[in-house]
């Protein structure tokens, strides 16, 4: 079997190694530069958890995600992680109130959540900003993004898997992929094409369920280690080596601008030095924007889209947590003919963000 994907980001590189395991001969079409879009952007933040108000398809979904990322990790190598858990802040009593109900519902579906008072966040985890306490997730984690894709796509290269790069696929069609210079012929096509992915002609995924998000993010030089990924303040600060810090993020629609603002910049750098006030003295190595594939409802897309094409995409947030386990999903349900959950069909219609396990709204 011959299977073509689009797109060269994480869940391409991520769909393309599980068939090619699986003795497909893949081929990955990426226009520019292999994970360099949504996926070079990300923070590398691993949480099922935090912000989930609800059980549901894409809670579990996370959940799942998470196990098999870390599996994937030990099999990879160093990819930056860490898994001390995770840390969402209340800064008001009105967030406090809302965190303390997301620790008590996620402890009685027997999930793993923990209440901390301010005093102990500090003594515990040297977290400087004045709180109202907070949630812990002590299952979750974080890892490097980039390093996780090289890594990754050299796993897909060592199964087997070839890539045409530099050329730009200008339709899709069940068994077939039109390149601007070229085509290239399969058993099947999935596109992963992240953001764009209802851009590629041919792919019937519908621009009103999946569009592109902005976020824009920072890198700082921090003064002191910051063990674990704490959330607040309308943000987030993600530890990385040497005691670098990312910090973000925004959440825009902008369309396909991918330039970091002014005003963008502004509302990240106060928001972390808000939820780290020692961040305030810290160099800013660098900043960069990326595009989320969100969707409307919030949820994934995995499966066949009404023209026939496979559909990998709409991973919003999480796509460097679903990564893996939507590869492995698509391919057993390409390859073996293993059901997908329908609520991930690529055929829905767009409908409004109502059943998702995604709580309360961060920038
Ligand atoms: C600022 C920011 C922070 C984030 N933080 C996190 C986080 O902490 N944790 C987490 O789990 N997720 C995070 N995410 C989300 C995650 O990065 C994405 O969901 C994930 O990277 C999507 O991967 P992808 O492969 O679908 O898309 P992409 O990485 O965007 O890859 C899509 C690829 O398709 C290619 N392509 C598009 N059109 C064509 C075409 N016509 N022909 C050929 N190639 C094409 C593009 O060039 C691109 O390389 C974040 C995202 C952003 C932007």
């Excluded at 030095?273 to 924007?289: F, M, N």
Aim: glycine letters at 12%.
């Amino acid at each position: 079997m011959k299977v073509v994907v689009v797109g060269g980001g994480l869940v391409g590189t991520a769909v393309a190694r599980a068939l090619a395991k699986r003795g497909v001969d893949v081929v990955v079409c990426e226009r520019g530069v292999p994970g360099a879009e949504a996926s070079w952007a990300a923070g590398g933040i691993l949480s099922p958890q935090a912000e989930c108000d609800v059980d549901g398809p894409l809670l579990r979904l996370c959940l799942a995600g998470l196990a098999q990322t870390l599996e994937l990790c030990a099999s990879l190598g160093d990819v930056g992680l860490r898994t001390p858990g995770t840390l969402d802040v209340a800064s008001t009593a009105d967030e406090r109130q809302a965190l303390q109900a997301r620790v008590r519902w996620q402890q009685l579906a027997g999930l793993s959540a923990s209440w901390l008072e301010a005093t102990e966040i500090q003594t515990r985890f040297d977290v400087d900003a004045p709180t109202f306490g907070g949630a812990f997730f002590p299952g979750e984690a974080s890892l490097e993004p980039r390093r996780f894709f090289e890594m990754l796509r050299a796993s897909a290269q060592a199964s087997g898997v070839r890539s045409v790069t530099g050329r730009r696929v200008v339709a899709v069609e069940e068994q077939r992929v039109i390149l601007d210079e070229g085509e290239i012929k399969g058993d099947a096509v999935v596109v992963c094409a992240g953001a764009w992915t209802a851009q590629v002609p041919g792919s019937g995924v519908d621009a009103a369920l999946l569009f592109p998000v902005r976020g824009q993010m920072a890198e700082l030089q921090g003064q002191k280690t910051l063990d674990l990924v704490v959330y607040g303040h309308g943000g987030y600060a993600v530890p990385r080596a040497q005691g670098r810090v990312v910090v973000g993020s925004t959440m825009e629609h902008a369309g396909f601008a991918k330039a970091v603002t002014a005003g963008g910049l502004q509302k990240v750098l106060r928001t972390a030095t808000s939820l780290l006030p020692s961040l305030v003295d810290a160099p800013v190595l660098s900043t960069w924007a990326g595009l989320r594939p969100a969707t409307s409802d919030g949820l994934p897309l995995l499966g066949r889209s009404t023209s026939g094409a496979w559909i990998a995409s709409g991973h919003f947030r999480n796509g460097v947590l679903l990564a893996a386990v939507s590869g492995e999903r698509l391919a057993a349900a390409l390859v073996d003919d293993v059901a997908l959950d329908p609520a991930f069909a690529p055929s829905r219609r767009a409908g409004v963000k109502a059943h998702v396990g995604e709580g309360r709204p961060r920038p």
